[in-house]
DNA sequence: GGAATCATGTGAT
DNA sequence: ATCACATGATTCC
């Protein structure tokens, strides 16, 4: 099977900073005890400090020490902080415009439950591709009722990440189709392209559990994060906080439903299917850019 | 405090 | 049936 594509078609900006941005979240999440400076971390990467920082700032819109700080576990705890508030239920509303806060990414989602995947699974048709993206590499996959995967890999390991995707519906038909598929990847990444009136549409193809936690998800806003026991609560099942984990890692939609913003019930980052580091950096971009 | 240990629901095999 | 989990609470030092 042949995945090769030219990826400097794309326009998009951010696309080749993240690898550089990768190994500095990587460097200071192993190392943040010492604190590494600038100049040491600049050096261990071959690359100038201003140079280094320019780079960073311009990805995260957060200079690395600040960047640092929104990813310890001490900010983690105060997106947390829900003051009773029911906050699955009434953060629905906030999406929009909150003066000096840049919306949230608009989605309306379409279910697709287990039995009618089953019964359209032989008909139905992925057109898939990847792209540059803030976070590497992205694959994106499309029905013709909206976006149904969205999914990252590292340089050189498109076709682990295709596997890894197309297992998860091994009865659609695949084709490659970049043209189809380019169109999502500036909705997505894109702020300015964030609107109401043009919401981005969303095929969540799982069980009927999975769904029920993806949806809950979907109305954590920007800047917040929620426990995994948080989403059991939610979704009235109180005591599947490990189940939800579970589900939570199999989300097909990686960012869109932002699986990012749950966390362990202290504040840490727990586990991420494609990586940690990403993790941080999913939250790290949002925080520069909230 | 922190390590070890349980209770736990879901989905894949 | 059994097993692996992106968890969380409890129980030991």
Known sequence: MNISVDLAVDITPDGGDYDIVRQVIEILSEDYREQPSLEIIASRLNQSPTQLQKVFTRWAGLSPKAFLQAVTLDHAKRLLRVEGLPLLEAAIEVGLSGPGRLHD?????????????????????????????????????????????LAFSDEGCEAECLEDMTRRWPQAIYVEDREATSTYVDRVFRQDRWSADQPLRVVLIGTDFQIRVWQSLLRIPLGRAVTYADIARDIGQPTASRAVGAAVGRNPLSFVVPCHRAVGKDGALTGYHWGLTRKRAMLGWEAGHA
């Open 105 to 149: 990414l608009f989605v309306t989602h379409e279910a697709m439950s287990p039995g009618e995947w089953r019964a359209m699974g032989a008909g139905l048709t992925i057109r898939y591709g990847f792209h540059p993206s803030p976070f590497g590499h992205a694959l994106v996959m499309a029905t013709d009722r909206g976006l149904a995967g």
